[in-house]
């Protein structure tokens, strides 16, 4: 036993020696790793020449939209109805980072249709500044987006960037042209509702275009009243909503349609509980607290009904009904 206990001894002496003269060669010879040196571009998963091209094109979209996108956000802060587009960058960005495993796994075939599209874009903006357009120049931006990603992407990288550039549409206003051509038809739609409603309570109305006669006053359904602000809002975060809350695209697409009317209903009946309250309670707190707080209510009644909705969506699905 001594002597197997020696010769294992020894042997391991041995081992130890030829590993300690073996090791300053062994990390001569490994690589040395820096923990620091392009931890940005294993992140992103580009390389030196795509992160620094990026940069570069940031500069200059910030350098080219600066005073548009200062005016826009403006624009959000200042007007209630449009403040939902503070939500809209920061949720186009999520999408792209969610997504960013088939981004990176996209082939690349950079396509010269990109470059037409970018001329197209900054065309648009050019128009925009002269002719005074802030739409056009608001949705160049996003044209001019699409341009580059196929430009330097192509067909499949944009493929799975789409949804992320087309959201951002949401946080431009409609353009006055067709904001216009909405709100009267709206208009007369609420007037209509709320004149076919209010007789219901026994309260006498006689409606002439957007105006409803009261026994106590004459309301008038102004473009303020015609639910086209409420409308864009709640279509906005019905698409946050089914996007974070469902995975079916059907789902999803009915959703989205189903805040249109949900909105206009809603608006209607605003109007209607306007009119109880001048009938029966006070014409100057109708017009006035009622008017406003209202607002705030049936908001939060339209988006009670849109999580409805996608409950009786979810429930009548075909994997429901198959079991």
């Known amino acids: 036993m001594t002597s197997v206990g020696d010769w294992a001894i020894k042997l391991l002496l041995e081992l130890t020696q030829v590993s300690m003269a073996t090791t ?8 040395r790793v820096d923990l620091t040196k ?14 620094w091209g990026s940069v570069l094109i940031g500069v200059l979209l910030s350098a080219l939209y600066f005073r548009i996108l200062g005016r826009l956000v403006t624009e959000w802060w200042h007007d209630s109805d449009t403040s939902h587009g503070f939500l809209v960058p920061p949720f186009a960005a999520y999408l792209a980072w969610t997504n960013r495993d088939r981004i990176r796994a ?14 197209f874009g900054l065309a648009m903006l050019i128009l925009g500044e002269f002719g005074a357009e802030l739409f056009l120049s608001r949705v160049s931006l996003v044209v001019v987006l699409t341009g580059i990603t196929l430009c330097f992407g192509g067909w499949h990288l944009l493929k799975e960037l789409r949804f992320s550039l087309l959201v951002l549409v949401l946080a431009i206003p409609l353009p006055a042209i067709i904001y216009n051509q909405i709100t009267f038809p709206l208009q007369i739609l609420a007037s209509k ?3 076919a409603i209010l007789p219901m309570f026994n309260v006498p109305v006689y409606r002439e275009g957007n105006v409803i006669d009261l026994p106590m006053m004459r309301l008038e359904v102004a473009e303020a009243c015609s639910g086209i602000r409420s409308l864009i809002s709640l279509f906005t975060l019905a698409i946050f909503y089914g996007y974070f809350l469902d995975k079916s695209v059907v789902r999803r697409t009915l959703l989205a349609l189903s805040s249109i009317p949900i909105a206009i209903g809603a608006n209607a009946i605003r109007i209607v509980g306007t009119g109880l309250c001048v009938q029966y309670w006070d014409p100057d707190k109708a017009m006035g607290f009622f008017h406003e707080f209202s607002g705030w ?9 849109l999580f409805a909705v996608h409950k009786a969506l979810c429930l009548f699905s075909p994997k429901r009904v198959s079991q």
Do not use: T, Y
Not at 24 to 31: G, I, R, T
């Open 106 to 119: 996209a082939k690349i075939e950079p396509s010269w249709v990109g470059a037409a599209v970018i001329a």
């Open 193 to 195: 509702a709320a004149s």
């Open 24 to 31: 300053p060669h062994q990390e001569s010879m490994a690589p």
């Open 297 to 305: 209510v049936v908001f939060l009644v339209s988006l009670s009904c």
């Open 38 to 51: 392009n931890s940005w571009n294993r992140l992103l998963g580009v390389n030196d020449a795509v992160l």
